[in-house]
């Protein structure tokens, strides 16, 4: 049986969403992978650009909020924010839990470069993660 995996942050709309196409990317068809948000919120439009410069589409991802998630059994969520690492441990006590905190990229003040600049560095982070998770927890290398 392939192993869930959750991925919780605060709205689901820029680090869920990108770490949850690099963990489908590198676990391929091992793994069964979704995220949510403490609430959902439109998906950033300047991640879905950021990724697709990776190579990977996520803009047909819709944000889910964690209060529409109807799946109660789940080996593994990875949390993005410490609210959702303290949500987490309250809705899925038996789970295995990564805390993998990841500042997000936006800032309003910041133009229109500076943004994609702080986004391409999250997908970086997020692909890093992603791959050392994949090949630890779900498949190996070698």
Sequence with gaps: MKPSILILSDRNETRGPML???IRYYAKDNAEVKSAGLEAKKLNLIAAKAMMEAVID???HKPTSINDFTTKKIDWIITLTEQAK???EKLYPNSKK?????DHP?????????KLKKHRKTVNEMEEFAMEFVHTHIRKLF
């Design 58 to 60: 996520i803009t047909k």
């Design 106 to 114: 936006l800032d309003e003040k910041d133009e229109d470069i500076e």
């Design 20 to 22: 949850e196409g690099w």
């Design 86 to 88: 303290i949500e987490a």
């Design 98 to 102: 990564i805390n993998k905190i990841v």
